[in-house]
């Protein structure tokens, strides 16, 4: 008779089932599922606090309904037999997920094995424990029991490269041409891609000894490597990225690959898809910036051509399964995956998410971020934090979602687990500047005399919107200014956007961020001395320039930002007078640069007489 231990817990609450050790002799199974169970940091569906023992080939440990194994030490699991996971990806036929193995093959010594694709990934064939292998196809197009074995590649930069296309590697040694091979190999903790099938929602079992303890990936200076989380538990990226060892080798940044819905080819020169940057502060404050799409060439370097943005979200829990990219930071070097980052936490709780398109509408947890309306997670309150979405409207719209934090901790320089550096910019592109690198998420200490950088690039003339939203913490009365340098133009985000065309090129001085419209070090511009109104009797703004100062530019735009005049080299005078007669009656903003180097911004109301 089959020897069984069943464990199933249906009711909500925090139990766990723990072991000091855990051995399963042959012809028996624990089955655990994980309906009932909250998430949090002191539970488990299942815990062990040191060895399994899966004695022999047909002893397994079924993780079901989001069940995950946590363990305590650092002992290597053994024995022939198998734990099973599910995840299920959303990648079609054409489409790429990043994937990292929670289990390795089932035989020799005790300890953390290879995973390999033959031997580990299965297809469930009947409810709840029955599975089959996957088979493989050596063609391009994967089905729902076999995987094209081409696709799977894993990627590690190489000191010789600058995170060159030629540094992914086909699984088990092939090159590009070449493609994976099923019975190659890969080391626990590292990532690897796979493509999925056509009904884009292939649910895969992980089957294997499972992996435990200190899980070692080596990084290259100033160079990515593939890699995610693996246990069959989630991973908490801040302990992941805090992790002391860690910190000192890494960006502290992660990479989430997201592809385009509906891709339909599998020709390089028709992907479109892009990295969502992640980072978590010390204290558990994530930031996180869409993927912004483009297109590649034959060779693997991006066209730049702008094909839209992402709309993944990264969150703190790693879900099981997932694959990310990480750089080295200036020095490199091997970085750990320990117990102690690893969480029982269900991906179908707020702060999980596997990268796909939308979050499972499943049971909420306890012990989460709390996150507005809009999706942002709400940041303390000793945390300020605005985002800048920059569109470009050449083709298809395109956004360059940017990110910026403030906190007392931040410096000038760079600062861990706050600010992430972006990939290389687009042709069409925007982004903050630090150490001459491009950055996504920034971060300083809040001085309303700050004055931050924001660099745009165009590769074609071409209009350009500045826009601001997820605004926390600011005082509402503070305005948030861009300062157009070379009109001499503030705008307060907070009131309008920021609409202007621009001629194709790098504008690295031209734009930055205040919270002042005074430039420093001059003299102020009141209205005593100068005074701008519309004479609605007469339809026209009037100017009043009663000291004579000498006008640089005079900018009227619209509530939208949009520029309705611009007028330059204006003869001296006391009054100046801007016909208003074709204006829609509404507010609008005039702009008055003067040559000694002050700006006066006056909002009017047109409500010309009919």
């Known amino acids: 008779m089959k020897n069984i231990l069943y464990l199933t817990f249906l009711i909500a609450g925090s139990l766990t089932f723990a072991q000091t050790d855990l051995y399963v002799r042959n012809n028996s199974y624990v089955y655990v599922d994980g309906t009932g169970f909250t998430s949090g940091p002191n539970s488990a569906s299942l815990y062990v606090t040191n060895r399994i023992n899966l004695n022999g080939t047909n002893s397994h440990i079924y993780l079901r309904n989001e069940a995950q194994l946590l363990q305590g030490n650092n002992i290597g699991n053994s024995g022939a037999g198998r734990l099973s996971a599910f995840q299920t990806g959303t990648a079609n036929t054409y489409a790429y997920n990043y994937w990292s193995s929670p289990v390795g093959i089932n035989t020799g010594a005790a300890g953390n094995t290879t995973f390999q694709p033959v031997n580990n990934m299965y297809r469930e064939t009947a409810a709840p424990i029955t599975s089959t292998p996957f088979g493989y196809v050596a063609g391009y197009n994967g089905t729902t029991t076999q995987i094209a074995s081409y696709w799977l590649y894993t990627f590690i930069g190489l000191p010789t490269t600058t995170n060159a296309y030629e540094d992914w590697v086909g699984l088990g040694g092939g090159s590009l041409p070449i493609g994976g091979d099923p019975n190659g190999t890969l080391a626990s903790g590292y990532g690897f891609t796979m493509k999925g099938n056509p009904s884009g929602a292939q649910q895969y079992d992980f089957r294997g000894r499972p992996n435990n303890g200190n899980i070692t990936v080596t990084l290259n200076a100033n160079r990515e490597t593939l890699v995610g989380n693996p246990y069959p538990s989630a991973l ?43 980072t978590i502060s010390a204290g558990g404050v994530d930031s996180f910036t869409n993927a912004p799409f483009t297109t590649y060439l034959l060779d693997g370097t991006p066209t730049n051509a702008p094909f839209g943005s992402g709309t993944k979200v990264a969150r703190r829990y790693i879900p099981i399964g997932q694959g990310f990219m990480i750089e080295g930071n200036a020095t490199g070097g091997t970085i750990v995956f320990n117990n102690a980052q690893r969480e029982f936490y269900k991906q179908s709780g707020t702060d999980s998410y596997f990268f796909r398109n939308q979050l499972d509408e499943n049971e909420q947890t306890t012990d989460e971020t709390i996150y507005n309306e809009d999706g942002f997670n709400i940041v303390p309150a000793d945390f300020k934090r605005f985002r800048i979405n920059v569109d470009f409207t050449e083709n298809e719209l395109y956004t360059r979602q940017l990110l910026m934090n403030f906190h007392n901790s931040a410096t000038d320089g760079f600062d861990y687990g706050l600010e992430g550096k972006g990939d290389i910019p687009l042709a069409s592109d925007a982004y903050w500047i630090l150490d001459n690198q491009p950055y996504v998420i920034q971060a300083f200490n809040y001085d309303q005399t700050l004055r931050i950088p924001l660099i745009v690039k165009a590769r074609a003339n071409q209009p350009v919107r500045f826009r601001i939203y997820d605004i926390q913490n600011f005082d509402e009365s503070q305005p948030i200014y861009i300062h157009d340098i070379e009109n001499q133009i503030y705008v307060n985000l907070r009131e309008s956007n920021y609409d202007i065309n621009l001629a194709a090129g790098l504008y690295s001085e031209r734009f930055e961020i205040t919270f002042s419209a005074q430039t420093l070090g001059t003299t ?50 006391e009054k100046y007078y801007f016909s208003s007669k074709t204006f829609s009656d509404g507010l609008y903003v005039v702009s008055v640069a003067f040559k000694s180097g002050e700006t006066l911004n006056k909002k009017v109301m047109v409500a010309n007489k009919k």
Do not use: C
């Open 236 to 278: 908490d990226a801040r302990d992941f990225i805090h992790n002391p060892t860690n910190a000192t080798r890494m960006t502290g940044t992660l990479k989430y690959w997201e592809q385009a819905p509906g891709a339909t080819s599998h020709n390089l020169s028709d992907y479109v898809g892009g990295y969502g940057i992640y």
């Open 524 to 573: 102020d511009v009141t209205m005593s001395d100068f005074a701008i109104f519309q004479n609605n009797e007469t339809s026209e703004i009037n100017l009043l320039n009663p000291n004579l100062q000498n006008l640089k530019t005079v900018t009227i735009y619209d509530v939208s930002g949009k520029q309705i005049i611009n007028t330059k080299n204006l003869p001296l005078s």
